[in-house]
């Protein structure tokens, strides 16, 4: 067991494996064909793995992010598309939810959200900006005493087929960019216009545009008070890079697992292609990296559930490393299975173009070096 795991997380592991075996590995070719895996999430959900950390009071088994991580890299191994989505509900949603809703809001969607029978999107970029989220457009003006929302949403995960939205939204100066901007629970409904965004990998994950023509709620619905979206986001990116990172370690082994089944009955020259010591390199040096993030990941999600002041840079660490791994990977295994690997009847095909969105969603890598630059900077002094 690693260090930084107790008995009860090894049952978590023990439960999603179990699961993915079952429900996720069967369905993985489907999902990855559109299929949106709403069932799949209440199914998880009902087995309080969507989001380990809630507590029995909002209906989750009360664990860690350790035990959130082991979910999303255990599932990223068959469908990164529904560690994807499992990962915005469980973490950028449901944590987001606990922590900073009006008990109205609590109230009502918490439970269902935490079972996976109501799926909420996380909808902060916009056509005009996503790494310069805070210069968003999307407004929300308060007329008697409603909010009235108006505006367009981008890329958002599960936005075709989401219960409601927590969505961004401009509430004073745009001039005072993050200083005036609040997050708002909008439940979908007439004012809710959403289209499908072709993307080229995490297919199945509803990614949409998705347009708010004067969506009205009340004060209940703000997330984290008026004004305060930019300290809700910060402590959403790290829970959520930490998680990708875990997506990105999946991916990884889940490309090799497929590249080792495969060269161990490929035969060439007379022996299976496995014996080749170039091909064992290719591997190895992709097995060291995995062991490498493994560990960053895992310390990541220890010092969030230890509340270290080192979490932030972990979790920048996690998502930079893990994603370029998943590239990486996907690329290796891949190449060493030859045309079979480039052959959309191959499962690394599917990975590889997963792979490249954990290098952009979430904030684009660049963005995360920023970061790191920052944190490390901070930490060295
Ligand atoms: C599959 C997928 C799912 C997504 N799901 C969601 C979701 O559920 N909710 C949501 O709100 N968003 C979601 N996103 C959006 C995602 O977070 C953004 O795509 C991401 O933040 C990058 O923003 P952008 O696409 O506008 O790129 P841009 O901001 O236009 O960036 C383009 C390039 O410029 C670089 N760049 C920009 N600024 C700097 C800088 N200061 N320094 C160095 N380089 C810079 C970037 O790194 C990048 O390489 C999703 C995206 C994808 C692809």
Redesign the pocket.
């Given at each position: 067991m690693f260090p930084h795991f107790e008995e009860v997380h090894m049952l978590v592991k023990k439960t999603v494996r179990e699961f993915v075996e079952r429900r996720v590995e069967p369905n993985a070719r489907r999902i990855d064909q559109g299929w949106y895996p709403r069932e799949l999430l209440r199914e998880m959900g009902a087995l309080g793995l969507l989001a380990p950390h809630a507590p029995p009071e909002y209906g989750g088994p009360g664990l860690d992010f350790r035990s959130m991580v082991l979910v999303v890299e255990e599932v990223a191994k068959s469908s990164p598309a529904l560690a994807?989505v499992t990962e915005?509900q469980g973490v950028m949603i449901v944590h987001n939810l606990m922590h900073y809703a009006a008990p109205e809001a609590r109230e009502r969607w918490l439970q269902p959200a935490v079972r996976g029978e109501k799926i909420i999107?996380?909808?902060?970029?916009e056509p005009c900006?996503?790494?310069?989220?805070f210069s968003l457009e999307t407004k929300a003006e308060k007329i008697g005493g409603t909010w009235v929302i108006n505006g367009t949403?981008?890329?958002?995960?599960?936005g075709m087929y989401a219960d409601a939205f927590l969505v961004a939204a401009r509430t004073g100066s745009p001039e005072e960019k993050h200083k005036t901007v609040t997050l708002f629970l909008v439940e979908r409904g007439k004012c809710v216009e959403v289209t499908p965004v072709a993307?080229m990998g995490?297919r199945g994950?509803g990614?949409a545009e998705v347009k708010f023509r004067d969506c009205e709620v009340g004060d209940d619905a703000v997330v984290g008070g008026v004004n305060g979206a930019f300290k809700v986001v910060l402590d959403d990116l790290n829970n959520g890079r930490m998680c990708v990172g875990a997506i990105g370690l999946g991916i990884a082994q889940g490309a090799i697992r497929e590249a080792l089944s495969y060269t161990k009955k490929r035969r060439a020259f007379g022996t299976t292609i496995i014996n080749f010591q170039a091909v064992q390199h290719h591997l190895a040096s992709i097995a060291a990296r995995i062991e490498a993030v493994r560990g960053v990941v895992y310390t990541a999600a220890y010092f969030r559930d230890k509340g270290s002041e080192l979490f932030p840079l972990y979790a920048q660490v996690a998502k930079y490393l893990g994603s370029r791994l998943a590239v990486d990977a996907a690329r290796t295994a891949m190449q060493v299975m030859g045309g079979y690997g480039y052959s959309t009847d191959s499962k690394v095909e599917m990975l590889y173009r997963d792979a490249k969105?954990t290098e952009?969603?979430?904030?684009?890598?660049?963005?995360i070096l920023?970061t790191i630059f920052r944190l490390f900077e901070k930490h060295e002094t």
């Amino acid at each position: 067991m690693f260090p930084h795991f107790e008995e009860v997380h090894m049952l978590v592991k023990k439960t999603v494996r179990e699961f993915v075996e079952r429900r996720v590995e069967p369905n993985a070719r489907r999902i990855d064909q559109g299929w949106y895996p709403r069932e799949l999430l209440r199914e998880m959900g009902a087995l309080g793995l969507l989001a380990p950390h809630a507590p029995p009071e909002y209906g989750g088994p009360g664990l860690d992010f350790r035990s959130m991580v082991l979910v999303v890299e255990e599932v990223a191994k068959s469908s990164p598309a529904l560690a994807t989505v499992t990962e915005v509900q469980g973490v950028m949603i449901v944590h987001n939810l606990m922590h900073y809703a009006a008990p109205e809001a609590r109230e009502r969607w918490l439970q269902p959200a935490v079972r996976g029978e109501k799926i909420i999107a996380f909808a902060l970029s916009e056509p005009c900006c996503g790494s310069d989220a805070f210069s968003l457009e999307t407004k929300a003006e308060k007329i008697g005493g409603t909010w009235v929302i108006n505006g367009t949403k981008l890329w958002i995960t599960s936005g075709m087929y989401a219960d409601a939205f927590l969505v961004a939204a401009r509430t004073g100066s745009p001039e005072e960019k993050h200083k005036t901007v609040t997050l708002f629970l909008v439940e979908r409904g007439k004012c809710v216009e959403v289209t499908p965004v072709a993307v080229m990998g995490m297919r199945g994950t509803g990614t949409a545009e998705v347009k708010f023509r004067d969506c009205e709620v009340g004060d209940d619905a703000v997330v984290g008070g008026v004004n305060g979206a930019f300290k809700v986001v910060l402590d959403d990116l790290n829970n959520g890079r930490m998680c990708v990172g875990a997506i990105g370690l999946g991916i990884a082994q889940g490309a090799i697992r497929e590249a080792l089944s495969y060269t161990k009955k490929r035969r060439a020259f007379g022996t299976t292609i496995i014996n080749f010591q170039a091909v064992q390199h290719h591997l190895a040096s992709i097995a060291a990296r995995i062991e490498a993030v493994r560990g960053v990941v895992y310390t990541a999600a220890y010092f969030r559930d230890k509340g270290s002041e080192l979490f932030p840079l972990y979790a920048q660490v996690a998502k930079y490393l893990g994603s370029r791994l998943a590239v990486d990977a996907a690329r290796t295994a891949m190449q060493v299975m030859g045309g079979y690997g480039y052959s959309t009847d191959s499962k690394v095909e599917m990975l590889y173009r997963d792979a490249k969105a954990t290098e952009i969603y979430e904030g684009a890598n660049e963005i995360i070096l920023n970061t790191i630059f920052r944190l490390f900077e901070k930490h060295e002094t």
